[in-house]
């Protein structure tokens, strides 16, 4: 695979949703925040999709299955089928089908998401670590997992069973705010029994690969708001990403972005799918991007201009990570990012 070194978001003439065939969308912090639909979120895939672009929702969240996501959506107004929906539980259960002998039985720590998938590849969810699993997969479980569930993977672990995880997300969000997400609970059991799981889910392969066994999609573009899972994955799966800032990352994460989180397009929410995006070019020892200059300073990045904030996030990006090159960009923002009220 080829390591691109990005120091500049991309532009492209053509509308986003006429340049890529499928959108790969995240659900958390993209289309929905707290199970609520976000600002701009339902009419402009509705938009991009009576366009002819197919939209496939891509979830580390294996609590649910894809009949539950698509009915959540649908409610939403965002018309969807099961088929649409590719979570992490059907990464890891394709993963764990490939490694084990058909009719197996698997040690479920986590919800009925987890045990749907496993039965489309032919598994047998059990319960406990008596049931001679041939395998332990942990997947997110919501707030109601009890404790005793990870004592039942360690049992099994410790006799030899290879363990798998859907993702390691630390965080999930919620109504409420950020809540433990399933990596939170990994960690309880390799902290418990000093074993590493196979992991499926974004930003590894398995979880590409599924999405685009899946759509079919020849032309994808990978829309999230989480740099260290959306962008990624994209990243390790070479393709475009489109990120969001309606999710977890702010302009301060983006700026200091590796080359893996650096996404092709930047973009204020789901509307973005709809337009073109802007050239950020080189002037004056800077880049610039609509109205804004922006250049890399000793110890600080300086903007300088007036326009759309989005553009000047632009410009910025550009001075910040070929400040960075292959690195994390460690100059002073702060002056800069508040004259976009970022």
Not at 75 to 86: H, N, P, Q, S
Not at 146 to 162: D, K, L, N, S, T
Not at 320 to 335: E, F, I, N, P, Y
Request: charged letters at 20%; glycine letters at 12%.
């Amino acid at each position: 695979m080829s390591q691109v070194v990005r120091t500049r978001p991309e532009g492209s003439g053509q509308a986003l949703n006429e340049a890529y065939d499928t959108a790969l969308l995240d659900l958390d912090g993209v289309v929905y925040a707290g199970g609520n639909a976000i600002v701009h979120a339902v009419e402009s895939l509705a938009t991009a999709r009576a366009g002819g672009m197919h939209l496939a929702y891509v979830t580390n969240n294996a609590l649910r299955t894809p009949d539950t996501v698509a009915d959540h959506l649908t409610e939403l107004g965002i018309r969807t089928g099961a088929d649409d929906v590719i979570t992490s539980a059907q990464a890891v259960a394709r993963l764990i089908s490939e490694q084990v002998p058909a009719g197996s039985r698997v040690l479920v720590i986590g919800g009925e998401g987890l045990r749907v998938a496993l039965r489309e590849r032919g598994l047998v969810p059990v319960e406990s670590a008596e049931d001679e699993p041939a395998a332990v997969v942990q997947g997110y479980g919501g707030p109601e997992l009890q404790w005793a569930r990870f004592a039942e993977a360690c049992y099994a672990i410790a006799r030899g069973v290879p363990w798998y995880a859907s993702n390691t997300d630390l965080t999930i969000p919620s109504a409420r705010g950020i809540a433990p997400g399933n990596g939170a609970a990994v960690e309880v059991v390799r902290i418990a029994t000093g074993a590493e799981p196979q992991v499926a889910g974004k930003p590894l392969p398995p979880m590409h690969r599924e999405t685009i066994l899946r759509t079919g999609a020849e032309r994808p573009l990978v829309v999230g708001d989480r740099l260290d899972t959306d962008i990624e994955g994209a990243f390790n799966g070479e393709v475009d990403s489109l990120l969001v800032l309606t999710g977890v990352t702010d302009g301060a994460q983006l700026l200091a972005a590796p080359p893996q989180h650096r996404p092709t397009y930047v973009d204020a929410d789901l509307r973005g799918l709809l337009t073109g995006q802007p050239e950020v070019g080189e002037a004056d020892g800077g880049f610039r991007c609509g109205g804004w200059t922006a250049t890399a300073g000793a110890d600080r990045l300086e903007l300088d201009g007036d326009g759309e904030a989005l553009d000047g996030l632009r410009a910025l990006c550009a001075a910040a990570w070929t400040a960075a090159g292959d690195g994390v960009c460690r100059l002073d923002s702060g002056k800069a990012l508040a004259r976009l009220g970022l």
